[in-house]
C-alpha cells in the first residue's frame, strides 16, 4: 500500500523559513515524481513544485521561483521542500503527492498525502 507522509509545516514570521518532507512507503520514486501542491483558504489547489526522478527535472511555480527549492533523497525515499523567505500569501495547508509527470502536471497524481499547515504571520 502507497502511503505519503507530509511534514514540516507550522507557524513561521515573514522572512523565515521552513522545510517540508514528503516521505514515501510503499512506492519507489525512481521512475515517477513527487509533487508539491498547497491549497490556501479559500482558493483552489495549485501545483506549487515537483521533482521528477526521470531526469532529475525539478519545476516551480512562478511565485516560489528563487525562494522555494525542491529536493530528492532516493535513499530514504524522501522529497523535501525548502522553504526561504516566506511570505504571508505562502499560507496554506501543503500536499505532497506521487505520479508519473504528467498526472502530477495535470494534478491527478497517483496519491495524495495528508497535508501539513504551512502559516506566514507576524
Known amino acids: 500500500d502507497v502511503q505519503l507522509q507530509a511534514s514540516g509545516g507550522g507557524l513561521v514570521q515573514p522572512g523565515g523559513s521552513l522545510r517540508l518532507s514528503c516521505s514515501v512507503s510503499?512506492?519507489?520514486?525512481?521512475?515517477?515524481?513527487v509533487g508539491w501542491f498547497r491549497q490556501a483558504p479559500g482558493k483552489e489547489r495549485e501545483r506549487v513544485s515537483y521533482f521528477n526522478h526521470i531526469g532529475d527535472e525539478t519545476y516551480y511555480a512562478d511565485s516560489v521561483k528563487g525562494r522555494f527549492t525542491i529536493s530528492s533523497d532516493r535513499a530514504k525515499n524522501t522529497v523535501y521542500l525548502q522553504m526561504n523567505n516566506l511570505k504571508p500569501e505562502d499560507t496554506a495547508v501543503y500536499y505532497c503527492?506521487?505520479?508519473?509527470?504528467?498526472?502530477?502536471?495535470?494534478?491527478?497524481?497517483?496519491?495524495w498525502g495528508q497535508g501539513t499547515l504551512v502559516t506566514v504571520s507576524s
Open positions: 503527492a506521487v505520479g508519473s509527470r504528467q498526472t502530477i502536471l495535470t494534478m491527478t497524481p497517483y496519491k
Open positions: 510503499g512506492f519507489t520514486l525512481d521512475d515517477h515524481a
